[in-house]
């Protein structure tokens, strides 16, 4: 029996299996040991990613409190930009470029960049992954479109918009956006919609009052 086998014997069986098995057996333990590892390392990389976009953001947050409608804030508004796009370059996937690509827009708004402004919505737009948060930049660039007189873009924009998301909102800028091109059945529609969505959340609709009834009747 296996067990009566004496020392000298279990030892060549050993070496047979070695000879036989060995070379994967000791790769297989290296590939555990490396995934195990791997992983730990992936995590620790995953922490760093984290904690630089983090890190990349807070400074933006930071400089956001400048008021850059003053022309003495371009070295700060150069800053801005420099971050913004560190933040782009090595974490184009994240919310943190998202929302840092707004925070610029919404500085270039400020200066009157409204190229700059556009520019960086549509990469916060392109780029977002949060249903929600691609909403409300797409609000954002709409209203944007609306002030350039771009209204076709903007209501294509508007219209692209996903249900369920903003609602109040979204039908009150569509319903701006037809007022714009003089559409203003379809306005009064829109309006309409924004103030039962307003409603029935028991928010304030003093706003889509007054514009429904700046309306002409008709």
Same mark, same amino acid.
């Given at each position: 029996?296996?067990?009566?086998?004496?020392?000298? %014997?279990?030892? %060549?069986?050993?070496?047979?299996?070695? #000879?036989?098995?060995?070379?994967?057996?000791?790769?297989?333990?290296? #590939?555990?040991?490396?995934?195990?590892?791997?992983?730990?390392?992936?995590?620790?990389?995953?922490?760093?990613?984290?904690?630089?976009?983090?890190?990349?953001?807070?400074?933006?947050?930071?400089?956001?409190?400048?008021?850059?409608?003053?022309?003495?804030?371009?070295?700060?508004?150069?800053?801005?930009?420099?971050?913004?796009?560190?933040?782009?370059?090595?974490?184009?996937?994240?919310?943190?470029?998202?929302?840092?690509?707004?925070?610029?827009?919404?500085?270039?708004? %400020?200066?009157?960049?409204?190229?700059?402004?556009?520019?960086?919505?549509?990469?916060?737009?392109?780029?977002?992954?949060?249903?929600?948060?691609?909403?409300?930049?797409?609000?954002?660039?709409?209203?944007?479109?609306?002030?350039?007189?771009?209204?076709?873009?903007?209501?294509?924009?508007?219209?692209? #918009?996903?249900?369920?998301?903003?609602?109040?909102?979204?039908?009150?800028?569509?319903?701006?956006?037809?007022?714009?091109?003089?559409?203003?059945? %379809?306005?009064?529609?829109?309006?309409?919609?924004?103030?039962?969505?307003?409603?029935?959340?028991?928010?304030?609709?003093?706003?889509?009052?007054?514009?429904?009834?700046?309306?002409?009747?008709?």
């Amino acid at each position: 029996m296996d067990y009566l086998k004496t020392d000298e %014997e279990q030892g %060549e069986a050993l070496k047979r299996w070695l #000879v036989q098995n060995g070379l994967g057996f000791l790769i297989a333990i290296a #590939v555990g040991i490396g995934s195990v590892l791997g992983y730990q390392q992936w995590q620790q990389h995953q922490v760093n990613q984290k904690t630089d976009a983090a890190g990349r953001y807070q400074e933006l947050i930071e400089l956001a409190a400048i008021d850059f409608a003053n022309e003495d804030t371009d070295a700060d508004f150069k800053r801005v930009l420099m971050v913004a796009d560190g933040l782009r370059q090595a974490h184009p996937d994240s919310n943190y470029a998202v929302i840092g690509a707004g925070i610029v827009a919404a500085q270039a708004v %400020e200066r009157g960049d409204f190229d700059l402004a556009v520019s960086q919505l549509t990469f916060a737009e392109a780029q977002s992954e949060l249903p929600e948060l691609r909403a409300m930049v797409s609000l954002r660039l709409a209203q944007l479109e609306l002030e350039l007189g771009q209204v076709d873009a903007a209501l294509r924009r508007i219209r692209g #918009v996903s249900a369920g998301y903003f609602t109040a909102s979204r039908h009150e800028l569509e319903g701006d956006i037809l007022v714009a091109m003089d559409n203003l059945v %379809e306005a009064r529609e829109a309006y309409s919609r924004a103030h039962t969505s307003l409603t029935s959340a028991s928010l304030n609709t003093a706003v889509i009052d007054l514009k429904l009834s700046s309306l002409p009747e008709g």
